[in-house]
């Protein structure tokens, strides 16, 4: 099996900095694109950022390009997204996914962390 596990998540005021991180464990051949969603109470589930297997094509939402980073250690099966400049509506429970490919599988599948609540006010 596969397990994604997320940290980092809390508590900040505006205009803080949190580091949100995601490790994934298990039966892991390979991990290929690496991303962030975010869903606030009452919206849907949307994307934030997306890093491919070489760390070198990103992608950000409009609503946090310039403040918020995305990164990889490969090594470590870890993605990172630091957030900075934070603002009230960054509030959401953010939720990590990886396209895995297993051990002896043949098609890549989709995993996603548990989610950790970022929390931005005053």
């Known amino acids: 099996q596969v397990q994604l596990v997320e940290s980092g998540g809390g508590l900040v005021q505006p205009g803080g900095s949190l580091r949100l991180s995601c490790v994934a464990s298990?039966?892991?051949?390979?991990?290929?694109?690496m991303g962030w969603y975010r869903q606030a109470p009452g919206k849907q589930r949307e994307l934030v950022a997306t890093?491919?297997?070489?760390?070198?094509?990103?992608y950000y939402a409009d609503s946090v390009k310039g403040r918020f980073t995305i990164s990889r250690d490969n090594a470590k099966n870890t993605v990172y997204l630091q957030l900075n400049s934070l603002k009230p509506e960054d509030t959401a429970v953010y939720y990590c996914?990886?396209?895995?490919?297993?051990?002896?599988?043949?098609?890549?599948?989709?995993?996603w962390g548990q989610g950790t609540q970022v929390t931005v006010s005053s």
């Open positions: 298990g039966s892991i051949f390979s991990i290929y694109s």
């Open positions: 890093i491919t297997s070489s760390g070198t094509t990103n």
């Open positions: 996914n990886f396209d895995i490919l297993k051990h002896k599988a043949i098609d890549l599948e989709p995993y």
